[in-house]
């Protein structure tokens, strides 16, 4: 009896070994055929249709994401003016976490989508496991050490007396949240590389609605003031955070996210920081130029500091919609290249650059007239009204150049050319904007602060162009 039911035992185990088997060999051979249709997908669409294709959801989470940071300035800028003032002085922090988040996300991203044009899926998951848990990490560095100094954080980014309370208390929660931006970031990216953008959108847009329905809410409704904003964010970051990794949970993606793909190789983490370090630079010289600018806005007191967040706000609204389509290359220059479709890394190039100039032309064109009245959104005292308004249209006709210099970063960070696109994003990002911040206020008051941004814009466009040209030239034949 003991032999017969140890028999039957066996035989039970066997049975339910070979299920397993099987059905791991379904899953497998469901991977292979949506993989193969993925790469016929990436390599054979007309491309201007396709980078439309993946750029729409991501045009939609950059326009949601805007809305939302808005929807905060605006229903903070409520309470009072160092409230309002507060929102630029905390938007320093938000460019830290993004500058980690998008350095292992776009760093992650470039390797995976190239290695899956090459067909290597195995070593894309490597990147993307490794990618994301030491943006976890970093998040949870920077969370620690910003609420162990958060006062003298809040001073550095700019703070005046009068906004030190109100930057503080929304702060705290921005910091909170830091592990989840860092990691969203590299969540988001994995998709877009992947051609899986729209998967993606879910994610973004989900929180950033929540996070407007639940601004007034918490700010108003609850008494919270500035603090319920802060709040309402960090909810709203976990929230997407939840709905992007379970994409990757649920196996939707051709990568893997899971600890045994964390790669033990100090190769695979060099790699994603040396390709992800011009987003790291972008967004560090970003908060570095925030902090720059809210010092010098400083000496003309806490409306000047008010409005050139709003400014800044807007701006990033009109580049978003402008081009976000941009985002929608990315994939497909890095896709291509790694399967040696080098012609349509040319094509991508230049309908990006053509279609985001003519889109940003036409948003610029409104809001130049309609400055004042976007302005007045935010806060209605004449000040505050004054310089914005004024900046917004500065900005709004230097914003053509634009495009050149970011759709050129976008190809070299794209296809792994470190070194240009980091050089690049210095020269976009703070290179010659800080200098000339710290300059020109000296020589033309609040109008050089107003200046300072769009001089940089022009300057970095005529560096990058020829730089692209160059490259695109150099290109070889389809292999």
């Known amino acids: 009896m003991f032999t017969k039911k140890w028999y039957n035992d066996l035989t039970k185990c066997d049975r339910r070994t070979q299920k397993k088997l099987e059905r791991r060999k379904t899953m497998n051979q469901s991977k292979s055929i949506s993989a193969e249709s993925q790469y016929k997908r990436m390599t054979e669409t007309p491309v201007a249709r396709l980078i439309i294709a993946l750029g729409i959801p991501t045009t939609v989470s950059m326009l949601i994401t805007n809305i939302y940071n808005m929807a905060d300035s605006y229903f903070v800028s ?6 309002g003032g507060a929102t630029s002085i905390v938007f320093g922090i938000m460019s ?62 700019g703070s005046t ?44 847009t989900t929180g950033g609605i929540l996070n407007m329905a639940m601004d007034p809410l918490f700010i108003f409704a609850l008494d919270m003031g500035i603090s319920g904003a802060g709040l309402a964010t960090a909810l709203s970051q976990y929230i997407s955070f939840g709905i992007l990794l379970s994409v990757f949970l649920f196996r939707k993606t051709q990568s893997t996210i899971s600890f045994r793909f964390i790669s033990r190789e100090a190769g695979t983490l060099w790699n994603i920081i040396l390709t992800g370090l011009p987003s790291l630079a972008r967004q560090g010289l970003n908060s570095v130029s925030t902090m720059v600018l809210n010092s010098q806005a400083k000496l003309f007191g806490d409306a000047a500091i008010a409005a050139m967040g709003y400014v800044g706000r807007t701006s990033s609204l009109i580049f978003s919609v402008g081009l976000g389509i941009g985002q929608g290359f990315q994939p497909v220059a890095a896709f291509n290249y790694g399967a040696g479709k080098y012609s349509r890394v040319k094509k991508g190039t230049w309908f990006t650059l053509l279609f985001g100039s003519a889109f940003i032309g036409l948003i610029s064109a409104v809001c130049f007239g309609a400055a004042p009245q976007i302005i007045s959104l935010f806060r209605r ?7 914005g308004s004024e900046a917004l249209r500065i900005m709004c006709v230097f914003l053509l150049f634009l495009p050149v210099s970011v759709v050129a970063t976008m190809l070299f960070q794209s296809i792994g050319k470190s070194l240009p696109a980091l050089i690049l994003s210095c020269l ?12 020109l206020p000296q020589l033309f008051g609040v109008r050089g602060i ?21 490259f695109l030239k150099s290109l070889p034949n389809d292999e």
């Open 96 to 157: 830290i976490l993004q500058a980690f988040g998008f350095m292992f996300g776009h760093g992650a991203g470039s390797h995976i989508s190239r290695l899956l044009g090459a067909k290597q899926t195995d070593k894309a998951s490597r990147y993307a496991s490794t990618g994301f848990f030491y943006a976890i990490l970093c998040g949870l560095l920077i969370m620690s050490a910003g609420l162990i100094l958060l006062e003298p954080l809040m001073r550095l980014l």
């Open 450 to 470: 107003e200046v300072s941004q769009p001089l940089a814009y022009f300057v970095s466009s005529a560096v990058s162009l020829p730089m692209a040209l160059k």
């Open 381 to 387: 005292e004449a000040e505050v009204i004054g310089i």
């Open 428 to 439: 976009q990002s703070g290179l010659i904007f800080i200098p000339l911040c710290l300059i």
């Open 161 to 204: 007396d009068t906004i030190l309370p109100y930057a503080m208390a929304y702060g705290r929660w921005i910091l909170i949240a830091a592990p989840a931006m860092t990691a969203s970031c590299v969540l988001n990216n994995i998709l877009r590389y992947e051609g899986k953008a729209a998967l993606a959108m879910i994610g973004l």
């Open 78 to 83: 409520q309470v009072s003016l160092s409230a």
